[in-house]
């Protein structure tokens, strides 16, 4: 029996975890890197070291340098780049991909510069209908994930059919799908868990307890649905697993990124080191900045956020920055989620 090929761009820790889902569902995966040495190494070891210290790949998971080779013939084409090089890859990889394939990103960011969602910059690179493209998200740590351990994410698009046809994709007995029609929500829902991440971080990181993180995840969560919901959300997405269960998740597991930048600016570490030394993207950094722009085209009040961009970018202390949070003037805990 011929199999299908599905091609993933690029080769980081959670393009590589779902290229091994994609396999268990009878896929061949060629992902794509610009690390000659990493695809070496896929190819030829098996492992991705620089993400998985102790996972030995699936043999159908192959690697290549060469966008064509990548994206040609591929049913389902995967864009997991980071949300700072999705438009570059879209381009590179826009000329190659099949007419009907099934396009899908699971990216949590917005564009520097336009503040665009993802599923906007590949509809405008990829020359095709919005409508159609899918995002997956949800609270999935890749480095679960690629343990087969048990995980639950939702696939979002306007079009059902399509959705359904991603979540026949990726759902196994370890991971399951749910569809949702609301690519908004769950776009925002993922790209502004990250902040609140990074926030947890700085929590913990200050010795806080359980009472304040909490509230900050209560209260992010009412950040979250306020700027949703002037994008033109669905509110109850933010009930979902785009969007408490990813908060959760990403604000409580050693595994976050964004909670061990948090943790880091909290020991008084500058900004650029804990970047240097996270080694990866921690993007709940850029979209601080995007979602501070966003807050003020949308006139929303999103005093976390405000908080942390002067933490991040001004040389904020963490302290001075919980203070001035939890000093804010009396309001209405449901008119506040409420209201703009």
């Known amino acids: 029996m011929t199999k299908r090929k599905a091609a993933v761009l690029v080769a980081g820790s959670w393009g590589t975890a779902l290229a091994t889902v994609l396999t268990d569902n009878g896929f061949e995966v060629m992902m794509w890197s610009r690390n000659e040495e990493q695809v070496r190494e896929i190819n030829e070891d098996h492992t991705n ?26 049913e389902l084409v995967l864009f997991a780049a980071p949300s700072s090089a999705m438009r570059q890859v879209a381009q590179q990889a826009a000329p190659y991909i099949e007419q009907d394939a099934l396009c899908v990103h699971a ?41 087969r351990q048990p995980t639950t994410v939702v696939v979002a698009s306007a079009c059902q059919q399509s959705a359904e046809l991603a979540q026949d994709a990726f759902i196994t007995p ?33 010795g806080f307890g359980d009472n304040a993180k ?5 209260r992010g969560l009412a950040e979250i649905t306020r700027l949703g919901i002037a994008m033109g959300a669905n509110p109850p ?19 976050s990124r964004n909670w061990r930048a948090g943790s880091m600016l909290a020991e008084g570490l500058p900004l650029d080191e804990v970047l240097e030394r996270m080694g990866m993207v921690v993007e709940g950094v850029r979209t601080t900045n995007a979602a501070r722009e966003l807050s003020s085209a949308y006139n929303v009040v999103m005093p976390i956020t405000e908080q942390l961009f002067s933490v991040l970018f001004e040389g904020k202390p963490p302290r001075t920055a919980v203070e001035d949070l939890m000093g804010r003037g009396k309001t209405h805990e449901m008119e506040d989620i409420a209201a703009p």
């Open 49 to 74: 070291h620089k993400f998985f210290t102790d996972v030995t790949l699936p043999h159908a998971i192959r690697a290549t340098t060469l966008m064509e080779d990548a994206v040609t013939g591929a």
């Open 107 to 147: 990216t949590k960011g917005f564009e520097t510069g336009s503040l665009k969602r993802m599923t906007t910059v590949l509809a405008e690179e990829l020359k095709t209908d919005p409508m159609k493209l899918i995002v997956i998200s949800g609270p999935s740590h890749a480095e679960e994930v690629v343990k």
């Open 174 to 206: 370890f991971f399951r799908v749910y569809t949702n029609p609301d690519v908004i929500g769950v776009e925002v829902a993922g790209a502004i868990k990250n902040i609140i991440a990074l926030g947890a971080g700085l929590s913990d990181g200050l």
């Open 214 to 218: 909490a509230a900050l995840l209560t």
């Open 237 to 255: 997405t933010f009930a979902g697993l785009a969007g408490v269960g990813d908060l959760v998740v990403t604000c409580t597991s050693k595994h």
